[in-house]
């Protein structure tokens, strides 16, 4: 009506060509008005794409996993929300691909999308206390002999600290980081309630979890962790819960 009025009442203006920058830029507004701002939005973009086996969607940080289902769940790193739609059809193709290709490709497409991660402060480390430090100190001592008998001496000397807090685990190793060494913690409660005997045994399981930080490999309890345990005399596994008995 607006413009059959002025084309009566008066003479209509040449309308001037919007420039292609400018067109681009209202497209990248249009863009981000449709983005998802949380999880049920993220759930119906989902749906408008194919989406269907999914009932609920859940907004995870989760810095190693981006996308995952089980049964009717979804979990999505919520740096998806401002992906463009290529990669919201890229989760949809993934969940409900019919062939494994097809779900690779998907996959690809889904991580090759960056998702900026915040700076993750170290954690901060408990400190051995005072009236354990000799027993700290003969540890570090027996690192360096296990070393020189098993590693041939390749192993870099790192503290071997009394943990009072460890109640689930009998020993720990963590990994080096760029301002901090690696790290060996022995439980308090397995030594007092085991022994030297096997708070050694469990120091050296944790070497060889520094040998597997320190070579390159991953830090876990799989088959290289199993013949390098052999190899040097230990279980593959320590089993013994520290908070028992004995």
């Known amino acids: 009506m607006l413009f059959a009025l002025t084309s009566v009442f008066g003479k209509r203006r040449k309308a001037t060509p919007t420039p292609p920058s400018q067109l681009a830029l209202d497209f ?12 049920d939005e993220m759930l119906a973009t989902l749906r408008s794409f194919g989406l269907r086996r999914i009932e609920r969607c859940q907004l995870t940080r989760n810095r190693n996993v981006m996308v995952s289902y089980r049964g009717r769940d979804l979990r999505v790193h919520e740096g998806y929300l401002v992906a463009p739609e290529s990669v919201h059809r890229a989760i949809v ?57 098993h590693f041939g001496g390749t192993l870099k000397v790192v503290p071997v600290r009394i943990s009072r807090r460890m109640k689930s685990r009998l020993g720990h190793y963590s990994a080096a980081r760029a301002e901090q060494p690696g790290e060996i913690a022995i439980s308090w409660r397995h030594l007092r309630r085991h022994g030297w005997t096997e708070a050694l045994e469990t120091l050296l399981h944790e070497m060889v979890h520094q040998w597997q930080d320190e070579t390159g490999r991953p830090i876990d309890h799989g088959r290289a962790f199993r013949v390098k345990a052999r190899e040097v005399g230990i279980a593959a596994a320590a089993r013994r819960a520290p908070t028992r008995g004995g």
């Open 28 to 39: 990248e507004d249009e863009q981000a008005l449709r983005r998802p701002q949380d999880a």
């Open 93 to 149: 193709r993934f969940i409900e691909g019919r062939t494994r290709a097809e779900r690779r490709v998907a996959q690809r497409e889904i991580v090759s999308f960056k998702i900026e991660m915040p700076a993750v402060e170290p954690r901060r480390r408990e400190r051995t206390r005072p009236e354990d430090e000799p027993i700290s100190a003969k540890l570090v001592e027996w690192h360096a002999r296990f070393n020189a008998e």
